[in-house]
């Protein structure tokens, strides 16, 4: 009998549910029929989802292939080679560039080790994590596949749910941190251009609003000038790659 009270007492907190407001969304994948709703969550602003490669606003491919981002990975899921620059006609600046490229998603865990690691801000990371594959070739995305396409938005692959907006953020990353957690530097460009979007404004920092607006007036770094004139450097050598 007391089994039975046990039951019923469970059934009454699932029938109890069913008139609570819903916490789950109405996602279907991009498979809805007409008249479904098929919503997707709106993301945090630093997500950390699928790759891209990125290109300097002249065209120019960012990565030289120094493989930095593949020795930092903890799941081994890059492959990187590099190759010289034809002089004539070169894929990069400098002498080298990412010649083979290609990150296993079977394995990535979306750290964004590879991303901090990178000299260039080649490789960063998009919003997008709805993607899914039958086969594990599809899982091996290709320089071609994570290269940015000549408006310098991601390539939109045909198992890829993209929605409006979503290949916009790709370089979050890089508004979010500062040198070595110096507040110091935060508001302050440190990065180079990109095709399609030109020099990314930086976000204010991660401390307080008050504070964040003081920064990114300046105030702190005019107060200690040797630090701007550093920030200053810093700013300029990336923006001339
Ligand atoms: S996000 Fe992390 S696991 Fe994925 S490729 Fe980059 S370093 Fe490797
Ligand atoms: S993506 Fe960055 S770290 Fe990786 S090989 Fe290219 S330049 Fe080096």
């Known amino acids: 009998m ?22 789950t969304g109405d996602y279907r994948g991009g498979m809805a029929k007409a008249g479904q709703p098929d919503e997707k969550r709106p993301k945090v602003e630093r997500l950390h989802g699928r790759h891209v490669l990125n290109r300097y606003e002249d065209g120019m491919e960012k990565c030289i292939g120094c493989e930095l981002c593949a020795g930092v990975c903890p799941a081994k899921c890059i492959h990187v080679r590099g190759a010289d620059n034809d002089p004539d006609n070169p894929t990069s600046p400098g002498e080298r560039f990412g010649y083979v490229y290609e990150i296993n998603y079977l394995r990535c865990i979306h ?9 260039t801000q080649a490789i960063t990371e998009s919003k997008l994590f709805e993607f899914s594959f039958t086969n594990r070739d599809d899982a091996i995305y290709t320089r071609d596949e994570l290269l940015v396409g000549d408006d310098g ?74 630090v701007g004139a550093d920030a200053d450097a810093e700013t300029s050598s990336g923006g001339d790659r």
């Open 2 to 23: 007391a089994e039975l009270t046990d039951y019923i007492k469970g059934f009454a907190v699932t029938f109890k549910k069913l008139f609570e407001e819903r916490v």
């Open 111 to 119: 750290c964004d080790l590879c991303v901090e690691a990178c000299p």
């Open 153 to 226: 938005k991601p390539r939109q692959l045909p198992w890829e749910d993209w929605r409006e907006g979503e290949d916009e953020m790709t370089s979050g990353w890089m508004r979010a941190t500062s040198p070595s957690g110096d507040h110091r530097y935060e508001g302050i460009v440190q990065w180079s251009g990109e095709l399609g979007y030109g020099v990314r404004a930086p976000e204010l920092g991660q401390s307080a609003d008050a504070a964040d607006a003081a920064i990114a007036a300046g105030a702190e770094l005019d107060a200690d000038p040797a």
